[in-house]
């Protein structure tokens, strides 16, 4: 194959899509899940996050874990739950423990992918531990993977100038490689369109390549557009390229070439290509699908992350809205456990019926 980073924007897309349809027919795939996030206390201050608030300014709150436990169960039917939060520092190891074990406890057919790297780091500095502590006691206590966020732009200069409290490239690859020894598998993320280069997108995905090679650990690519409205960096960045609307061609240009190149770069190692309806938009990510994506990321729920840096696509959509998009771009949908296993017995999409057949159909 010819050298994918040379490659004209069409040729590049066309064998893209041929390789996506070689590893995977027509089959896209998708997950119900949900997102918990429970504190929005963060000390990090990230210049594209619209999400965390510092310590004592308004908006700083953490959810009781009962709480937590109260809004995962409004949507029972979920095989996932997704724990993220900003980075509380006085928020100790025990809360994460308890709210771990609590929703293992009310729901225990449901996956836990719990915790980024950030949080884990921040875990680990609390409790005096070194990630190969840690990981094993996150698992045993019912964390069942792990978020491969806080990961941006995995080359240190990007880091500091998006984000200067950011854990440097090195501890997050301990981590990561941490968490995938101790049977923890991961997804894998990008968050591109902002001041990165591509030099800096190929050493991203030569870092997650290494990784991958030693240990076969992530379960996906996600690539996540920068979402630009309300948050220091797009303020920032819209007065440099001359006004918001040519930031955004800018990052839709960067996405349509970014996705394609994933597959064919990465591919290999990791089979799996998410698309992100919640940065896209939900036709957008159905373009997607041509540009060699497989997956198309889940039903969210509670998607507040996005949302709070002006993201314009929802909150979350219905399993039966995602599989009418995956059918509309010439599709098959399919769903699937959050680690690609395939969804046992599954019944109706419906919410009722859902909720009542929850329990036991589900393959963890």
């Not at 920032?236 to 240009?253: F, K, N, V």
């Not at 699908?289 to 949302?307: A, K, V």
């Not at 909150?315 to 059918?327: D, T, V």
Request: glycine letters at 10%; a positive charge; charged letters at 25%.
């Amino acid at each position: 194959m010819k050298n994918p980073w040379k490659l004209p924007l069409g040729e590049l897309t066309e064998v893209a899509r041929q390789a996506a349809r070689k590893d995977h027919g027509d089959v896209v795939t998708y997950v119900v899940n949900r997102n918990a996030n429970f504190t929005r206390i963060c000390h990090v201050g990230c210049a594209f996050c619209g999400f965390g608030r510092r310590p004592g300014t308004p908006g700083a709150t953490t959810d009781t874990i009962d709480r937590v436990v109260a809004r995962v169960g409004e949507t029972p039917w979920v095989t996932e739950v997704c724990l993220q939060g900003g980075i509380d520092p006085d928020l100790p190891p025990s809360y994460y423990f308890d709210l771990v074990r609590e929703l293992r406890k009310n729901f225990p057919w449901m996956h836990l992918h719990a915790f980024s790297p950030m949080e884990i780091d921040s875990l680990c500095a609390k409790a005096g531990e070194e990630p190969e502590v840690m990981l094993p006691r996150l698992r045993a206590a019912g964390v069942g993977s792990i978020p491969g966020t806080a990961a941006e732009i995995l080359v240190d200069r990007v880091r500091k100038k998006i984000s200067r409290n950011k854990l440097p490239v090195a501890r997050w690859t301990r981590i990561v490689r941490a968490a995938h020894l101790a049977g923890l598998r991961s997804s894998a993320t990008i968050l591109f369109g902002h001041v990165e280069t591509w030099e800096d997108i190929r050493s991203h995905f030569e870092v997650l390549r290494r990784l991958q090679g030693e240990t076969g650990g992530f379960t996906e690519l996600v690539p996540l557009a920068f979402v630009p409205y309300e948050n220091r960096l797009g303020r920032m960045l819209a007065q440099r390229t001359g006004g918001m609307s040519r930031l955004e061609e800018r990052i839709r240009r960067r996405a349509r070439r970014l996705y394609p190149l994933a597959r064919l770069v990465l591919g290999d190692l990791i089979p799996n290509l998410q698309t992100s309806w919640v940065k896209l938009g939900v036709e957008g990510a159905a373009e997607s699908l041509d540009w060699g994506c497989n997956d198309f990321g889940g039903t969210l729920y509670e998607e507040s992350i996005t949302r709070s840096s002006g993201g314009r696509h929802g909150e979350g959509m219905e399993p039966e809205a995602i599989e009418e998009a995956i059918r509309r771009a010439g599709r098959i949908p399919r769903r699937r456990t959050t680690l690609y296993g395939a969804v046992k017995n599954p019944f109706s999409l419906g919410k009722k019926s859902c909720q009542a057949s929850a329990r036991g159909h589900f393959a963890l």
